[in-house]
């Protein structure tokens, strides 16, 4: 009869070794790819070049540029509206790259319980 709540691996001591290896190979890749996204900038510009804000990978706005078609002072809620969008765009964008550096990291491990919590 089978024993329930055992590791299946346990008789292998090499490949428990090998799969910590990995583990943290990919947790040191994971490090260096989030270090390098957090310099990045990431730029979103809206209303024809109205607007441009730009988002470090840190998800800070390090820049808002505005042309000067784009203060109208009868209208400050349509200025409002496209720093809003842009800055939007622009962290969209930081999670698009985050998503892919993250699924290129993690592509074969699907199938482990639901995948990774990250």
Request: proline share 3%; aromatic share 2%; charged share 25%.
């Amino acid at each position: 009869m089978a024993k329930r709540g055992g590791f299946p691996g346990m008789g292998m001591p090499g490949n428990m070794n090998n799969l910590m290896k990995q583990a943290q190979k990919m947790q040191r890749q994971m490090e260096e790819n989030q270090k390098a996204l957090e310099e990045k900038e990431f730029t979103a510009t809206v209303g024809g070049g109205a607007v441009s804000v730009t988002v470090s990978g840190k998800r800070e706005v390090t820049k808002v540029t505005l042309s000067e078609e784009a203060v109208d002072p009868d209208d400050i809620e349509m200025l409002e509206d496209m720093i809003a969008a842009a800055t939007n765009e622009a962290l969209r964008q930081v999670e698009s790259e985050s998503a892919a550096v993250m699924s290129k990291l993690t592509g074969g491990l699907g199938g482990l319980g639901g995948g990774l919590p990250f």
